[in-house]
């Protein structure tokens, strides 16, 4: 029982930092309707940026977070600006295309500068895990939970109450109309990817604290599953990202500590692959009707 | 008329050079030394290269082999088999009785298949190569290093010397390198009567462990033997002291790169690993090698294929002496016999012409830098 619990929250664990990345996927997908195949690759960006304000300019731990996500929010901005926007009106493939190739330009940007060898993360705290009557979680694993479960509540309200969340959604229902009733689309859309990427940028930062290898293409694979989270929790709806990156999670970690750890990824797409057909627009999504 | 002349002149010739060549034969026992020496690869050759002639200066000291001085004959394949095999050719016409060679492993396969056609079978030995395909299924080709997944034997060996009764394997199912060596271990830790009370896999590439090692530490494990790479190996360890798992893990040569891996270097005392020689090594042949070698090339045998070239140019010498002639057959029979104590621990060979024999177990400080624990004999 134990060990089921402890896997759980193993589980727990990653599906954390699924939906963290996963709600940056499902926010830009909601408002510009755009799959930001780059956002894996911001994960990226924030592990290089830690990696180097800590070994290199001494930062500490919590400044070099604050660091991470201001880069994120940065490269976010700057390739919402430069890359989508102006295709906002084009077809929608070709936003696609463009965000695969902002995907690799990154990858190998990164590559030319840091190399392909991975770089070890620094150990930044000492502190043994927590141990309760058998149960064992260890300091990063309650860290990221917590952290994840915070900015995930924060987020929500912000989207339901704040101002700007009202634009945000009034914008992701339509964009004309929002557009005629004052608000300013482009400063809401560029929000949304901010946020989304500062998101991804303690996302990263979490990830490399629990996974302590930082190389140019780490971010594809987190970055599938966070969009497969997304898909599967119904994309485009916050809370979808939410519950698709927990069961994403807790689904891989029981599939490796109780069937086989060669079949997790399958366990895990034969579960989306079910949802999708049962449920086309994914476990919280509600059919929209086409307006004529 | 002249055209005869000039063929009669020819036999002639042939005549006179090969009356010649095995005149120059009985003054001098020659070996052919065969691979690669520049290039990319080129230190590994070169470290043999060392390794072979201190040896060969030693023994011709001490009264050379059959009452005659050894002189090792060192030809380059620049890596390419196709040179391997003409240059052997070459030597061969110059009265080599036997090959030490070739260095890489592909080099090393084609240079196998040729002296194995040969009528009798050439005798052949390697220092370096470590592909299974180079000695089996040949009678007449060996090596002093041993194969990859040699080495898990020796872990398991070492674990039950230090008294481990309870062990966990973590592998990856679909590496060979891994697969192997995980093999080796579970067969020799029942052999042994250790318990595995626990195994997982995890692929080459796979960043979270964390679930594979909540699995392993629930079973109570005493030592965790971790077939894998430097890469791989630091995010376990890691991901290991984060829950909570202190105990001693193991790996084998392929983890010697994790110092560049890891950033925590105090993890790294915790692991232990095989290599096929250490400088530190504490046998009287070791010592008097590494003293020997620093006085004749002024620094340390770094890499390891200096001190399993000394074996080997040792073992090929001891068996021409034993088998008392330079002919092919007694050669092999008597590499084949083999059953001697050299510098990187006791030689003996299996059915398939590897070497059974030492290895060397290392750790690291907690700056990182290779610490020697002892050697692992068979």
Known sequence: MNLFLNQLINGLHVGSIYALIALGYTMVYGIVKLINFAHGDILMIGAYTAVVTITSLGFSAPLAMLATVLCCVVFGIVIERVAYKPLRSSPRISSLITAIGVSMLLQNLALLIFGAQSRPFPTLHRIPPIRFQGLQVSFITLLTIAVSLALMAGLTLFVKAGKAGKAMRAVSEDYNTAQLMGINVNTTITLTFAIGCALAGIGSFLYCMAYPAVSPTMGSLPGLKAFISAVLGGIGIIPGAILGGFVMGIAESLTKAYISTQMSDAVVYGILIIVLLVKPTGLLGRASREKV | ?378
């Open chain 2, 1 to 378: 008329m002249k055209r005869r002349s000039l063929i009669t002149l020819l036999v002639a010739l042939a005549l006179i050079l090969s009356v010649g060549a095995p005149a120059l034969a009985e003054d001098t026992i020659k070996i052919g030394g065969i691979g690669v020496l520049s290039g990319d690869y080129g230190k590994y050759g070169i470290a043999v290269r060392e390794g072979v002639d201190l040896y060969v200066k030693q023994i011709n000291a001490a009264g050379g082999v059959l009452g005659k001085p050894v002189e090792v004959l060192w030809e380059d394949t620049q890596a390419d088999a196709a040179t391997a095999i003409s240059v052997f050719y070459r030597l061969k016409g110059q009265g080599i009785v036997a090959v030490i060679g070739g260095v890489l492993s592909g080099e090393s396969i084609a240079l196998g298949q040729v002296t194995f056609e040969e009528n009798p079978p050439f005798p052949q030995i390697s220092a370096s190569a470590s592909h299974p395909d180079v000695t089996a299924g040949r009678s007449n080709v060996f090596r002093t290093c041993f194969l990859d997944p040699f080495q898990a034997k020796s872990i398991a060996q070492y674990m039950f010397n230090e008294g481990v009764k309870k062990a966990a394997v973590m592998y990856d199912n679909a590496n060979d390198y891994s697969k192997g060596l995980y093999d080796n271990f579970v067969e020799k830790c029942a052999e042994l009567g250790v318990e595995i009370v626990a195994e997982a896999s995890a692929a080459y590439g796979e960043k979270d462990f964390k679930t594979q090692l909540t699995t392993i530490q629930a079973a109570g494990p005493e030592a965790v033997f971790l077939p894998y790479y430097g890469a791989e190996a630091a995010l376990i360890l890691a991901q290991a002291n984060e829950i909570g798992l202190n105990v001693r893990f193991f790996g084998a040569d392929g983890i010697a790169d994790i110092v560049t891996a890891i950033a925590d270097k105090n993890l790294l005392t915790n692991i232990s690993y095989t290599d096929h020689f250490s400088t530190e090594a504490e046998s009287e042949m070791a010592v008097n090698f590494v003293k020997a070698f620093q006085e004749e090339y002024g620094r340390l045998p770094d890499i390891s294929f200096s001190a399993t070239g000394y074996d080997a140019a040792m073992v090929l010498c001891s068996a021409i002496q034993a088998a008392g002639s330079t002919d092919s057959d007694a050669i092999v029979a008597a590499l084949k016999a083999t059953d001697i104590t050299a510098v990187s621990g006791k030689i003996t060979f299996d059915g398939n012409n590897n070497p059974i024999k030492s290895t060397f177990l290392n750790s690291f400080n907690a700056q990182g830098e290779k610490v020697f624990i002892t050697q692992v004999d068979p």
